[in-house]
């Protein structure tokens, strides 16, 4: 008989003593402790900061526009792009963007998402056009049978 226990009462090395892990969504008893204290208080700490806010504190302004107005991640990015037809095409627009974030129209991170869309657009176009060649060559193959 194999025991999973060292005789000092640990576990052996690799062995769990719990192999199934914590349950979903449990918490510890520090946490669940915590939330109590806080539901309790809850609207006298939020009246607080309110009061401190419109006292003018800097932190507690920051946090109560923070919980009404999160920061946005995305905005609409309006600047104006060659069409695209084909993978050539992408140079000029490539160009169109780093002069947008040059010209501080669009910041650097939305010129860099703007790049990955194109990128994804060009294996897109490249598949395509791949494709077209493909299928003129098979057909010329079967026409010469």
């Known amino acids: 008989m194999t025991h999973d226990r060292k005789t000092n009462g640990q576990f052996a090395p690799g062995k769990s003593g719990n192999p199934n892990g914590r349950k979903k969504g449990s918490r510890n008893s520090s946490t669940i402790l915590a939330q109590g204290l806080f539901d309790g208080e809850a609207d006298a700490i939020i009246r607080k900061a309110i009061e401190l806010a419109k006292a003018g504190d800097p932190v507690a302004l920051r946090l109560c526009v923070e919980r009404l107005l999160p920061p946005r991640k995305d905005r609409p990015v309006e600047i104006e792009l060659p069409d695209i037809g084909k993978a050539s095409d992408l140079t000029a627009v490539i160009s169109a963007i780093t002069k947008a974030v040059g010209e501080g129209e669009i910041t650097p991170a939305e010129g860099s998402a703007l790049s990955g869309m ?26 010469g049978k």
């Open 118 to 143: 194109l990128e994804t657009q060009r294996r897109t176009i490249e598949t395509g056009e791949l494709a077209e060649r493909l299928e003129a060559i098979e057909s010329r193959l079967e026409g």
